[in-house]
């Protein structure tokens, strides 16, 4: 393991342990491989304390004006963007995403960038917030930690840390509907601002038809709709969609993984697995300080084994993809540490492989999910379980083998987010999931789940570490589509080519 950071870079090794696994998770969304993910994430950690020790030096010496920056991970995120824009200048972009590279190009990045008054209402509502806050609201709902471990983390009584969160909460708020304000706008969308502010207060109001029809074609007073409707749930996406920018929501699906594993790793009762507890001693001294990075590195490599589980793609967009059997970013390699202007940043441990820890702890590993046949659109594996054999008894008076529900999580102007979980009669050792669009969506991403599409028809296959299912359990996956015109639920579900009934 390189050398831990020294004393003196006691502040540099707090935010290394704190934010390092989320900004190597978000490099390897934007690469197009294991190890230009682990290059990128040094490069842009570098790039993000150099970008914090500025911001902190200019409100030592007093400018005459409220020093406004970003919490510490999204600012250390958005060097990871800015890290990829910088590759992509210098002619490296074939390290990087297909799709970042389009939309690095497209006005779409430019709005992160452009004039501030042009920017996501999320991305200034956040940095005009105190910072405590900024840090509280993102780490809960953006990183997904619990209440206990963000409160110790931050100083804060955990004992109302609930209420910090929820008056955090409305302080955003109140910041994007006045962003939002200021915002440059045409007559329409101004008509609109404040029926908007009005609507979006209220739970259980609902929108009127005019306005619903306005924020489906435009994107502004969305974004905007999501950061003031704090109550739908929306609020995570838009945060992350509005600051982090491109792969925002893949990038917080990745984190909810990880603070499952992390919880695993012994964190249930709120202990910060990677900083111990003050009350006892943990957390102080030199030597506490190294120990408590060895330990950060560990339980990391737990959080990014879980996390950096490949999401699906199409088949063609696999093939297309450089490096898309790759190692997963979790196993860098020796690499050399990223460096800093003003000091040397803290040195990149390298991590234990994917291979032994990014399935469940007590599954075993099982190969890597088939192939779908191109032959039809639901072929059955191979390799299933009596479920699959048995004669079909949906439609001929008995009971369906399985039961599902569609779950429609987010949507947007273009865009959805949606679950599907199955639940099963019969034990099974594999499975795949049909179902079909009637509007002409397209799945664009899955995790959980392998996907595949052919016109309407969308198949989703076991992942090598849910495969086996109990009788009367359950499998779900997620997926990420576009839509236009209209956004009618699938039908046509199956599981393993036989008719599911819908829950």
């Not at 902190?56 to 007093?62: I, S």
């Not at 003003?342 to 492989?353: D, I, L, T």
Request: net charge neutral; with cysteine; glycine share 10%.
């Amino acid at each position: 393991m390189p050398d831990l950071p020294s004393s003196q870079d006691a502040a540099e090794a707090a935010l290394f342990s704190e934010c390092w696994d989320a900004v190597l998770s978000y490099a390897d969304l934007c690469t197009a491989g294991s190890a230009a993910a682990a290059e990128l994430a040094r490069e842009a950690f570098a790039r993000g304390v150099r970008e914090l020790r500025a911001a902190e030096a200019g409100a030592v010496r007093g400018t005459g004006r409220r020093s406004s920056r970003l919490p510490r991970t999204p600012l250390l995120l958005t060097a990871v963007r800015s890290t990829a824009a910088a590759w992509e200048d210098a002619g490296r972009g074939h390290l990087l995403d297909p799709d970042l590279r389009l939309w690095l190009h497209s006005d779409r990045a430019a709005r992160h960038t452009g004039p501030p008054l042009e920017r996501p209402v999320a991305l200034r509502g956040l940095r005009d917030l105190h910072q405590t806050d900024a840090e509280l609201l993102w780490l809960a709902e953006v990183e997904a930690l619990p209440l206990p471990l963000v409160a110790r983390r931050l100083g804060l009584d955990p004992a109302t840390a609930a209420d910090a969160l929820a008056q955090a909460g409305e302080a955003f708020r109140n910041r994007c509907h006045r962003n939002h304000l200021d915002s440059p706008m045409d007559a329409e969308c101004r008509s609109y601002a404040r029926l908007l502010d009005a609507v979006t207060r209220s739970p259980a109001a609902d929108a009127p038809g005019d306005l619903s029809r306005h924020l489906a074609t435009c994107v502004p007073c969305a974004e905007a709709a999501a950061c003031l409707r704090l109550h739908g749930g929306g609020l995570p996406g838009a945060l992350a969609g509005g600051v982090i920018g491109w792969g925002g929501l893949a990038y917080l699906e990745r984190r909810r993984r990880a603070a499952e594993a992390r919880l695993g790793a012994g964190g249930r009762d709120g202990t910060d697995p990677e900083h111990g507890d003050p009350a006892d001693g943990t957390a102080g001294g030199r030597a506490a300080r190294n120990g408590l990075l060895v330990a950060a590195v560990l339980v990391s490599a737990l959080a990014l084994a879980v996390s950096l589980m490949p999401f699906g793609g199409t088949d063609a967009e696999s093939a297309a993809r450089p490096g898309a059997d790759r190692r997963p970013a979790a196993d860098p390699g020796p690499s050399p540490p990223p460096s800093s202007s003003a000091s040397s940043a803290p040195s990149v441990p390298s991590v234990p492989s994917a291979s032994s820890s990014s399935a469940p702890s007590g599954t075993p590993r099982r190969p890597i999910a088939r192939t779908p046949d191109p032959k039809g659109p639901d072929p059955e594996p191979q390799g299933t379980s009596t479920a699959t054999a048995a004669p079909e008894t949906a439609g001929r008076g008995g009971p369906a083998p399985c039961r599902v529900v569609y779950d429609l999580v987010n949507q947007w102007p273009d865009g959805f987010q949606a679950t599907v979980t199955v639940t099963t009669r019969e034990a099974l050792d594999s499975w795949r999931v049909g179902f079909s669009f009637r509007d002409g969506q397209r799945v664009h991403q899955m995790w959980d789940a392998t996907v595949s599409q052919d016109g309407s028809r969308v198949t989703a296959t076991a992942a090598d570490y849910n495969e086996a299912v109990g009788a009367g359990g359950r499998l779900a996956f997620g997926f990420l589509a576009s839509w236009r015109g209209a956004n009618s639920p699938p039908s046509g579900f199956t599981l393993n080519g036989r008719p599911c009934a819908k829950a």
